[in-house]
């Protein structure tokens, strides 16, 4: 029996090179993972651009992203604009695969975010589920599933996937760190876990293929830690003003994120940094865009500061601030931004 056909997982050389500290979760498993640092302001719509395909690819690419959007606050604009937040190929020679979340600008604008090479079930939803910040069931620390690794080697090598070891190791035997994820109960029902048959682990773990969103993947995308819907669009952006005094701010809550806004009148170096003991972490994105990412930071500034130094053109900008533990991180900041 040939081996099922799998998701290529991209992650950036970043993350894979992170230590890994394990930590189990309530239950001992955790599921629906999103990667920290890796989701799209609440609210955002993301541009979407086809680079080939047949008229019903595209169609099902569609109505398979449609999915999400019915459930959390984004929406998909498939305008195919030059510069798109997401692009999609449909190599049938390159697997399915997806960056995952705000990594998608980590890409030039000419290549690809995402390769829909086979359409089997609900293959574009898992990886429109990846564009939006999720991860692989089975790359959770405390996903649960040990692996016989010689025959997933040996199984992975041939048809459909013909990978290599080093491939077969990073999409299957990877686990994220404890603190790179957020994650809840597993659930064997998630469109983002993938089959597994007995024979690839030790401990009789075995998974099957999930064609639809769950209900627990409605359930995380849709609430706090992801995008609810609690604030349909973009919410209000708190303003700052160029050159002014710093401004107090303050993470009441755990996985809130604070939005700000300011106005760059001329080119220029400008920059955003924050001020305190609370450890937050800072994403910037425009001209005139909110997902149209420029930098994101942690620990640039003061102590666990984050602070952006980068040329801007003039236009809008939009400044996203989380606590780094978005689990259960609150505490007080300032924040300003200067032009040079």
């Keep these: 029996m040939p081996a099922p056909k799998c998701c290529f997982d991209h992650i950036l050389p970043r993350d894979l090179l992170r230590p890994r500290t394990l930590m189990v979760g309530p239950g001992g498993r955790m599921r629906a993972i999103n990667p920290k640092g890796k989701s799209w302001v609440n609210g955002s719509t993301l541009q979407v651009r086809f680079m080939g395909g047949t008229a019903s690819q595209q169609a099902k690419a569609r109505e398979q992203a449609a999915w999400w959007a019915k459930v959390c606050n984004l929406q998909f604009d498939f305008n195919n604009a030059p510069q798109a937040d997401l692009r999609i190929t449909f190599d049938d020679n390159d697997g399915a695969w997806s960056t995952v979340g705000t990594d998608a600008h980590s890409v030039p604008f000419n290549q690809a975010t995402m390769n829909l090479g086979f359409l089997d079930g609900g293959t574009a939803a898992h990886e429109f589920g990846h564009a939006i910040g999720l991860a692989h069931e089975h790359s959770s620390p405390a996903g649960g599933i040990l692996w016989n690794e010689a025959a997933v080697l040996k199984a992975l090598a041939g048809p459909p996937n013909f990978w290599d070891a080093e491939t077969t190791r990073h999409n299957v035997f990877f686990k994220y760190a404890a603190d790179q994820i957020n994650g809840t109960a597993f659930d064997a029902e998630s469109i983002m876990l993938y089959a597994f048959p007995a024979e690839w682990t030790t401990n009789g773990v075995v998974t099957h293929a999930n064609d639809v969103l769950s209900s627990m993947d409605k359930e995380f995308v849709a609430g706090a830690k992801m995008y609810p819907k609690s604030n349909p669009g973009l919410p209000g952006a708190t303003a700052l003003t160029v050159g002014a005094p710093r401004l107090q701010a303050n993470i009441g809550q755990a996985g809130e994120e604070d939005l700000f806004r300011f106005h760059a009148d001329t080119e220029g170096v400008y920059v955003i940094d924050t001020r305190g ?29 984050p602070r952006i130094s980068t040329p801007l053109l003039a236009g809008d900008y939009f400044v996203q601030v989380r606590h780094y533990d978005r689990t259960a991180g609150t505490g007080q900041y300032t924040i300003a931004v200067v032009k040079r």
């Design 277 to 305: 003991q609370t450890d937050v972490y800072l994403k910037l994105f425009g001209p005139n865009s909110a997902t149209a990412l420029i930098d994101e930071d942690d620990d640039s500034g003061y102590g666990l500061n």
